[in-house]
Protein backbone atom coordinates (compact mmCIF):
# COMPACT_ATOMS: atom_id res chain seq x y z
CA UNK A 1 0.00 0.00 0.00
CA UNK A 2 1.36 3.25 -1.24
CA UNK A 3 0.52 6.75 -0.51
CA UNK A 4 0.94 10.33 -2.36
CA UNK A 5 1.70 13.60 -0.40
CA UNK A 6 0.07 15.68 -3.07
CA UNK A 7 1.41 18.94 -1.22
CA UNK A 8 4.21 19.02 1.50
CA UNK A 9 6.77 21.96 1.89
CA UNK A 10 9.78 19.53 2.70
CA UNK A 11 12.15 21.81 2.04
CA UNK A 12 11.61 23.22 4.73
CA UNK A 13 14.67 23.48 6.60
CA UNK A 14 12.82 21.93 9.84
CA UNK A 15 13.00 18.93 7.90
CA UNK A 16 15.95 18.68 6.62
CA UNK A 17 17.21 14.92 6.73
CA UNK A 18 19.75 13.42 4.24
CA UNK A 19 17.94 10.29 4.82
CA UNK A 20 13.72 12.03 4.51
CA UNK A 21 13.44 10.29 1.01
CA UNK A 22 14.52 6.14 2.37
CA UNK A 23 12.52 6.67 5.44
CA UNK A 24 9.40 8.19 3.45
CA UNK A 25 9.87 5.00 1.15
CA UNK A 26 9.85 2.54 4.02
CA UNK A 27 7.10 4.35 5.99
CA UNK A 28 4.95 3.60 2.38
CA UNK A 29 4.95 7.50 0.49
CA UNK A 30 5.17 6.70 -3.33
CA UNK A 31 5.04 10.39 -4.16
CA UNK A 32 5.45 13.87 -2.74
CA UNK A 33 5.03 16.92 -4.68
CA UNK A 34 7.09 20.17 -3.07
CA UNK A 35 5.35 23.19 -3.97
CA UNK A 36 7.37 26.67 -4.18
CA UNK A 37 6.17 29.78 -2.12
CA UNK A 38 9.48 32.17 -3.15
CA UNK A 39 11.98 32.59 -5.84
CA UNK A 40 15.02 31.78 -3.33
CA UNK A 41 13.17 27.84 -3.08
CA UNK A 42 12.98 26.91 -6.42
CA UNK A 43 16.66 25.81 -6.86
CA UNK A 44 16.47 23.65 -3.55
CA UNK A 45 12.93 22.09 -4.66
CA UNK A 46 14.40 21.32 -8.01
CA UNK A 47 17.68 19.82 -6.28
CA UNK A 48 15.66 17.68 -3.65
CA UNK A 49 13.49 16.35 -7.52
CA UNK A 50 16.57 15.23 -8.88
CA UNK A 51 17.87 13.48 -5.46
CA UNK A 52 14.79 11.60 -4.95
CA UNK A 53 12.31 10.01 -7.50
CA UNK A 54 9.83 10.05 -5.84
CA UNK A 55 9.93 14.20 -5.39
CA UNK A 56 7.87 16.06 -7.65
CA UNK A 57 8.90 19.59 -8.04
CA UNK A 58 6.45 22.77 -8.60
CA UNK A 59 7.26 26.26 -8.85
CA UNK A 60 5.55 29.35 -7.78
CA UNK A 61 4.77 32.34 -5.94
CA UNK A 62 2.77 32.14 -2.76
CA UNK A 63 0.17 35.43 -2.52
CA UNK A 64 1.63 36.43 1.13
CA UNK A 65 5.21 36.72 -1.10
CA UNK A 66 3.88 39.01 -3.78
CA UNK A 67 4.50 42.12 -2.19
CA UNK A 68 7.97 41.68 -1.90
CA UNK A 69 8.74 39.73 -5.53
CA UNK A 70 9.44 42.21 -8.22
CA UNK A 71 7.13 41.94 -11.40
CA UNK A 72 10.45 40.27 -13.27
CA UNK A 73 10.37 37.32 -11.84
CA UNK A 74 7.57 36.22 -13.87
CA UNK A 75 9.33 36.10 -16.64
CA UNK A 76 11.91 34.10 -14.58
CA UNK A 77 9.16 31.64 -13.63
CA UNK A 78 8.75 30.71 -17.45
CA UNK A 79 12.38 30.64 -17.87
CA UNK A 80 12.48 27.88 -15.25
CA UNK A 81 9.56 25.87 -16.93
CA UNK A 82 11.38 26.03 -20.25
CA UNK A 83 14.51 24.72 -18.77
CA UNK A 84 13.10 22.22 -16.27
CA UNK A 85 10.59 20.10 -17.53
CA UNK A 86 10.22 18.00 -14.67
CA UNK A 87 7.99 20.84 -12.82
CA UNK A 88 4.75 18.83 -12.67
CA UNK A 89 2.73 22.23 -11.38
CA UNK A 90 2.36 25.92 -10.93
CA UNK A 91 1.83 26.76 -7.26
CA UNK A 92 1.47 27.35 -4.52
CA UNK A 93 -0.37 30.22 -6.03
CA UNK A 94 -3.91 32.21 -5.01
CA UNK A 95 -5.13 34.97 -2.97
CA UNK A 96 -4.86 34.79 0.79
CA UNK A 97 -6.91 37.69 2.51
CA UNK A 98 -6.38 36.28 6.49
CA UNK A 99 -3.03 38.41 6.37
CA UNK A 100 -3.53 41.45 4.45
CA UNK A 101 -6.20 42.62 2.47
CA UNK A 102 -4.80 45.98 1.30
CA UNK A 103 -2.86 44.27 -1.46
CA UNK A 104 -5.55 42.08 -3.62
CA UNK A 105 -4.92 43.73 -6.59
CA UNK A 106 -1.67 42.46 -6.63
CA UNK A 107 -2.57 39.27 -5.33
CA UNK A 108 -5.30 38.84 -8.28
CA UNK A 109 -2.29 40.01 -10.42
CA UNK A 110 -0.08 37.64 -9.76
CA UNK A 111 -2.66 34.63 -9.52
CA UNK A 112 -4.04 35.50 -12.61
CA UNK A 113 -0.67 35.97 -14.66
CA UNK A 114 0.64 32.66 -13.14
CA UNK A 115 -2.63 30.71 -14.11
CA UNK A 116 -1.80 31.87 -17.72
CA UNK A 117 1.57 30.65 -17.24
CA UNK A 118 -0.13 27.51 -16.23
CA UNK A 119 -2.62 26.90 -19.64
CA UNK A 120 0.36 28.08 -21.94
CA UNK A 121 3.22 24.87 -20.53
CA UNK A 122 -0.18 22.41 -20.27
CA UNK A 123 0.41 22.25 -15.96
CA UNK A 124 -2.07 22.33 -13.40
CA UNK A 125 -2.28 24.57 -10.53
CA UNK A 126 -1.93 24.43 -7.41
CA UNK A 127 -4.38 26.55 -5.77
CA UNK A 128 -3.76 28.20 -2.39
CA UNK A 129 -7.40 29.81 -1.16
CA UNK A 130 -7.15 31.92 2.13
CA UNK A 131 -10.59 33.51 3.12
CA UNK A 132 -11.02 34.47 -0.30
CA UNK A 133 -13.31 32.01 -1.42
CA UNK A 134 -15.62 33.97 -3.99
CA UNK A 135 -12.50 35.93 -5.12
CA UNK A 136 -10.48 33.00 -6.28
CA UNK A 137 -13.23 30.95 -7.41
CA UNK A 138 -14.77 34.14 -10.07
CA UNK A 139 -11.02 34.75 -10.96
CA UNK A 140 -10.19 30.56 -11.78
CA UNK A 141 -13.42 31.52 -14.08
CA UNK A 142 -12.11 34.25 -15.66
CA UNK A 143 -8.89 32.49 -16.69
CA UNK A 144 -10.44 29.10 -16.70
CA UNK A 145 -7.12 26.70 -16.11
CA UNK A 146 -9.74 24.24 -16.24
CA UNK A 147 -8.26 22.01 -18.96
CA UNK A 148 -4.94 22.37 -17.76
CA UNK A 149 -5.51 21.26 -14.23
CA UNK A 150 -7.10 22.83 -10.90
CA UNK A 151 -6.08 21.57 -7.31
CA UNK A 152 -7.60 23.24 -4.33
CA UNK A 153 -4.75 22.43 -1.65
CA UNK A 154 -6.11 22.22 1.76
CA UNK A 155 -9.58 23.20 0.50
CA UNK A 156 -11.42 25.13 3.77
CA UNK A 157 -14.56 25.49 1.87
CA UNK A 158 -17.59 24.77 2.04
CA UNK A 159 -19.39 21.73 0.09
CA UNK A 160 -21.46 23.74 -2.58
CA UNK A 161 -18.02 25.48 -3.68
CA UNK A 162 -16.53 22.22 -3.52
CA UNK A 163 -18.82 20.50 -5.95
CA UNK A 164 -18.95 23.53 -7.93
CA UNK A 165 -14.83 22.71 -8.58
CA UNK A 166 -15.66 19.07 -9.23
CA UNK A 167 -18.14 19.59 -11.92
CA UNK A 168 -15.47 21.59 -13.67
CA UNK A 169 -12.75 19.40 -13.15
CA UNK A 170 -10.85 20.02 -10.60
CA UNK A 171 -9.13 17.67 -7.35
CA UNK A 172 -10.52 18.75 -3.66
CA UNK A 173 -7.42 18.14 -1.65
CA UNK A 174 -7.83 17.31 1.67
CA UNK A 175 -4.96 17.62 4.94
CA UNK A 176 -4.72 17.23 8.72
CA UNK A 177 -7.80 19.62 9.70
CA UNK A 178 -10.46 16.53 8.10
CA UNK A 179 -9.26 14.76 11.34
CA UNK A 180 -9.79 17.49 13.88
CA UNK A 181 -12.73 16.08 15.86
CA UNK A 182 -14.73 19.40 16.02
CA UNK A 183 -13.52 19.67 11.69
CA UNK A 184 -17.43 19.53 10.28
CA UNK A 185 -16.68 21.24 8.06
CA UNK A 186 -13.85 19.38 5.65
CA UNK A 187 -15.65 16.08 7.21
CA UNK A 188 -18.79 16.83 4.96
CA UNK A 189 -16.55 18.04 2.19
CA UNK A 190 -14.61 14.43 1.96
CA UNK A 191 -18.46 12.83 2.57
CA UNK A 192 -19.90 14.86 -0.60
CA UNK A 193 -16.99 15.02 -3.03
CA UNK A 194 -16.30 11.41 -4.84
CA UNK A 195 -13.10 9.59 -4.12
CA UNK A 196 -11.93 9.89 -7.87
CA UNK A 197 -11.70 13.85 -7.25
CA UNK A 198 -10.03 13.76 -3.81
CA UNK A 199 -6.04 13.97 -3.41
CA UNK A 200 -4.65 13.72 -0.02
CA UNK A 201 -2.05 15.90 1.84
CA UNK A 202 -0.02 16.76 4.82
CA UNK A 203 1.10 20.39 4.14
CA UNK A 204 3.88 19.81 6.15
CA UNK A 205 5.47 20.41 8.46
CA UNK A 206 2.09 22.33 8.99
CA UNK A 207 -1.48 21.17 9.53
CA UNK A 208 -0.33 17.94 11.80
CA UNK A 209 -3.47 15.44 11.48
CA UNK A 210 -4.51 13.94 14.99
CA UNK A 211 -3.33 12.06 16.74
CA UNK A 212 -0.08 13.85 16.66
CA UNK A 213 -1.65 17.34 16.39
CA UNK A 214 1.07 20.13 17.92
CA UNK A 215 4.04 18.09 16.76
CA UNK A 216 5.70 19.14 13.51
CA UNK A 217 4.14 17.11 10.50
CA UNK A 218 5.82 15.03 7.72
CA UNK A 219 4.63 13.27 4.79
CA UNK A 220 4.43 9.88 6.53
CA UNK A 221 1.27 10.95 8.44
CA UNK A 222 -0.67 11.44 5.14
CA UNK A 223 -1.97 7.51 5.97
CA UNK A 224 -4.39 9.50 8.84
CA UNK A 225 -5.58 11.62 6.63
CA UNK A 226 -6.64 8.97 4.07
CA UNK A 227 -7.44 7.03 7.33
CA UNK A 228 -10.30 9.73 8.43
CA UNK A 229 -11.28 9.65 4.97
CA UNK A 230 -11.82 5.92 4.64
CA UNK A 231 -13.43 5.96 8.45
CA UNK A 232 -15.84 8.60 6.68
CA UNK A 233 -16.73 7.31 3.52
CA UNK A 234 -17.24 3.94 4.86
CA UNK A 235 -14.20 2.67 2.32
CA UNK A 236 -11.29 0.85 3.43
CA UNK A 237 -8.11 2.31 3.48
CA UNK A 238 -6.08 0.42 0.87
CA UNK A 239 -8.68 1.59 -1.27
CA UNK A 240 -7.98 5.42 -0.04
CA UNK A 241 -4.85 5.32 -0.52
CA UNK A 242 -5.14 3.26 -4.25
CA UNK A 243 -7.82 5.81 -5.67
CA UNK A 244 -5.84 9.01 -4.29
CA UNK A 245 -2.60 7.93 -5.44
CA UNK A 246 -3.84 6.85 -8.72
CA UNK A 247 -5.48 10.62 -8.65
CA UNK A 248 -2.29 12.49 -8.05
CA UNK A 249 -0.74 10.84 -11.03
CA UNK A 250 -3.96 11.60 -12.90
CA UNK A 251 -3.44 15.43 -11.72
CA UNK A 252 0.00 15.83 -12.11
CA UNK A 253 0.42 14.30 -15.34
CA UNK A 254 2.93 11.86 -13.82
Known sequence: MKFFDSHAHIDDKRLDNKYLGKNLRE??????????????GWARILEMAREEDIFYPSLGIHPQEVST????VLGELEKMLQTHPQVVAIGEI?????????????QRHWFKEQMLLAKKHNLPIIVHDREANSQVFDLIEEVDPYGSGVIMHCYSGHVPLAKA????GAFISLAGPVTFQNARVPKEVALAVPLENLLIETDSPY???????GKR??????RYVAQEIADIKGLSLEEVARVTFDNARRAFKL
Open 27 to 40: AGIGGVVIPGVDQR
Open 69 to 72: TALE
Open 94 to 106: GLDLHWRKDNLDL
Open 165 to 168: YVQR
Open 207 to 213: LTPHPFR
Open 217 to 222: NNPSYV
